[in-house]
């Protein structure tokens, strides 16, 4: 009986093992197949977030300074204007300095960016930038400004030659006789070689008949409005004050000429071409002391580059107007039309644009 009693108790102490085995193997699997649920649902998530990351186009914008009041605006205009594309961006400025924007530019293209828009501060150095890009698949644009000696994607501008002209027509329709000045941008800058031969196209058949004489030309390295000042007194006291118009490269050049012609007394006496339509320029030619300035529209190009960048960041293909040689290539370009602006259409123009308004433009001449 005792050996019946205990096999009994044996063979049940057996089940209960088995079972309490089975339940745990149980809850083990159930809990296996909940990890893996889990585990699917967060790569559907993750994949599904890296698609719609995928589909966001960022463009970089790689820009020279902001310094200067229409780069200020540039910067803004265009961010606006590839985030009503869809697309965000991201934007870097150097102030200048040509290591420093190649860095900002690697660090952009590391990030990921499907296109660089660049406005290069040294057009040759920035070579190394569009290299670079293109090495990760990815197309540059260059801004405003060309970038030389590289195989660039697309350039958008206004006709930067042009605006050398028309500051030269209009001068040498009020001066048609007598010394020259001319103030050049920075000789890094293309731009700045550019609006020089459109300065000196117009400039040359005077100076071919004698009738104009340029006592003076300088660059202003880095585009500094100091620079420019030096070379306004230099040219003053080597002429002994004799100078009957001035030709600088953009509006903050061409107020500092007019400093160094407000000490000799001549201030409003010169007549003084600049371009930008910056503020304080346009303030001088309501003051009188500024003849005029190049404006170049800035929405019209900020959104132009925006979506020229947009579709070649999705792949769509872009025609230029015109094919630029930048010294390496042939460029597809679009430029755009400058227009002169002075006392007679400043209203109708930077004012009516809203670029500037009424009350800042003639603020100083109210005071």
Known sequence: MKSSYLMVNILFLVLLVLLLLTSCESNKSNTVHGDENVKSSSQVETTRNTTEADDQITIGFSMDTLAEDRWVRDRELFRKAVEALGAEVKIFASEGDDALQILQAETLINEGIDLLVIVPHNAESTAMIVKKAHSAGIKVVSYDRLVRNSEIDFYISYNNEMIGELQADA?????????????????????????????????HPFIEKGDINVVYDQWSKDWLPEKAYESMEEALKANDNDIDAVIAANDATAGKAIEALAEQGLAGAV??????????????????????????PLKPLADLAAEVAVKLAKGEE????????????????????????????????????????KQDVYQKNNE
Request: charged share 15%; hydrophobic share 40%.
């Open 271 to 296: 007549p003084v071409a600049g371009q930008d339509a910056d503020l304080a320029g346009a303030q001088r030619i309501v003051m009188g002391t500024q003849t005029l300035t190049v404006y170049k």
């Open 171 to 203: 001068i040498t329709e009020l001066v048609p006789e007598g010394n020259y000045v001319y103030i050049g941008g920075a000789d890094t800058d293309y731009n700045a070689h550019l609006i020089k031969k459109g300065v000196f196209n117009v400039l």
């Open 318 to 357: 872009v025609t230029g107007e015109s094919m630029i040689n930048n010294g390496k290539s042939e460029v597809p370009s679009i430029l755009l039309a400058p227009i002169v602006v002075d006392s007679h259409n400043i209203d109708d123009t930077i004012i009516a644009d809203g670029f500037h308004s």
